[in-house]
């Protein structure tokens, strides 16, 4: 049987998302082994995993701002509107129902609008810790309590994530579409109803 | 895509913006929140710390590995302006007359690890052995990590809860606390308590530590110094 293909998610939009995913990863090592006594003391070389967290962060910053520069915007600014309306189904599927929803159901909406707000204020807080170094006007005692919390809500949100995306058998299949950019029509009509239907195709399966 | 216009609303931008700010303003309510909730907190990082050594320390190092304690060549140097210089062995460190303490350990960085058990030697004791000459006004810490050192006046060395401290929670102090000793002084920032200490040396007029050549203030009172006066 030949299997319908539907393009989910454009390569800017995977580019986003791996370029995001990467720094975080990249990150939360560097960030807990500089965190964790126990860790500290095993890996040591507290100066180089400082040095890679800033660095990464850095990076992060330009690979996105690039990504803006030289992707396809529209299929950006179309993203954004998509996370930003939330329609009577998104609603509906909030309070626990499950009507049909669209390319994006209102969890995952809700779990781009968190990763923005999360990472807006990881990068407040670690210019701050970093500048704050070189100038006490920017010391703040709040800062690494913040830093660390954004961190633990981070930690929770990305566990979570990594279930659907990876193991929980119904919702897994979803990966393709961050890797591939395809996921299978029939998955897409049980999970996206209302998106499978007019989704544009991206070949059969060969 | 599919959204029915006429019904959908713009929650998106609003939980972003609203999220923003309540994360933002923390910097605000942030600290005033962590003091309500710090006995709730704190049987959480007491949990946390015995399942992950955590225990609300964090370890700043300053060049790439933590130095290694070794017993039998670790040696306690007091030099400079003493009438008469020390090479003490760890061994006759345990010896002296011990002290002990429950304090509050503050970082420069905005943390602090409350009700912490040292146990060590008062500075004025290693100093009656040295017999410091008329002209010595401070002293130099020497960290066997290089190149952190720091210093105190000697009127700073002498307040009451000063110590070189060899343990901490009942146990000897581990490599990441500054094994086997490390020098505590509560009411200062914990950048002035020298880890791996190897060295004390009394001087005429206090030399420029390791984070004082940073910009960091020479005297780290906790609340006012560093930006908090």
Partial sequence: MTRRRLARFSRTERTVHWVHASAFLILLATGLA????????????????KSI??????????????????????SLRATLREVDQFDRDDRAWLRRRHPPQGRLNAGQKVNAILT??????????????????RDTRFRFAQTILIHDWVTYVSLVLFLGHLYLSVIHPRTRHALSGMTRGWVYEDWAREHHAKWAAVARGAGDEP | MTTDDADARPYGRRAFLGLLA???TSFAWAGPAS?????VTSQFSQLAGDLLPVGGWRIYTISGSMPLFDRDTWRLEIGGLVRKPQRLTYDDLLALPRAHQISTFHCVTGWTVHDVRW?????????????PLPSARAIRFVSLEQPYTDSLTLPQAALPDVMLAYEMDGKPLTRAHGSPARVVIPEMYGYK??????????????????WEGLGYDQNAWVGRSNGRD
């Fill in chain 1, 34 to 49: 500089l965190y964790l006594p126990s860790l500290s003391e095993l890996v040591g070389r507290r100066p180089l995993l």
């Fill in chain 1, 53 to 74: 967290h800033v660095y990464t962060a850095l990076a992060w910053l330009v690979a996105l701002v690039l990504v803006v520069v030289l992707g396809d915007r529209r």
């Fill in chain 1, 116 to 133: 923005a707000v999360l990472a807006l204020l990881f990068l407040v807080t670690g210019v701050l810790l970093w500048y704050g170094e």
């Fill in chain 2, 22 to 24: 309540a994360g933002l």
């Fill in chain 2, 35 to 39: 003091r309500i909730f710090a006995p």
């Fill in chain 2, 119 to 131: 146990a060590g030697v008062r500075l004025n004791h290693l100093l009656e052995r040295a017999e």
């Fill in chain 2, 193 to 210: 308590g020298v880890k791996w200490l190897t060295r004390m040396e009394l001087v005429a007029s206090q030399p420029t530590g390791y």
